[in-house]
C-alpha cells in the first residue's frame, strides 16, 4: 500500500477518533505531528484497556479472597484431568463410572 506523507499541517487540536489518529499517523509530513499522533493514539488504548476490568491477583493478607482464587496451575491441573477424562485413562473417574454402572445394573 503506497501512501503519501501530504499533510504538513501542525496537529493543532486533539483528535476525536481513532480514524483520525490512523488517518493522521499516515498522512503528516512532520515527525512532531506524527509523534503527538501515536501518543493520542497510545492515550487512547490506555483509556480503552483501562475500562475493562481485569481482576488482579489477592494480596496475601486476604486468604479468603486467596482460597477463592484460581491460579494458572489451578488451570492446567483441571486442564490435564480433563484431557486424561476425555482419552478414558483417568483412573479415578473410571472407578466412578464402572460403579455407577453396577449400581444402575443392581449389582451393588
Do not use: W
Request: proline share 3%.
Amino acid at each position: 500500500m503506497v501512501v503519501k506523507y501530504d499533510d504538513d499541517t501542525p496537529l493543532t487540536k486533539k483528535l476525536r477518533t481513532m480514524a483520525e489518529i490512523v488517518e493522521a499517523i499516515r498522512h503528516k509530513k512532520n515527525g512532531k505531528a506524527v509523534r503527538e499522533s501515536v501518543a493520542q493514539l497510545g492515550e487512547c488504548v490506555v483509556a480503552t484497556v483501562s475500562e475493562i476490568n481485569i481482576p488482579e491477583a489477592p494480596k496475601d493478607d486476604n486468604k479468603e479472597e486467596l482460597e477463592n482464587f484460581v491460579t494458572k496451575q489451578d488451570l492446567d491441573v483441571l486442564d490435564k484431568k480433563i484431557k486424561r477424562i476425555t482419552l478414558g485413562i483417568d483412573h479415578e473417574t473410571i472407578k466412578l463410572v464402572v460403579r455407577e454402572i453396577l449400581k444402575e445394573e443392581g449389582v451393588i
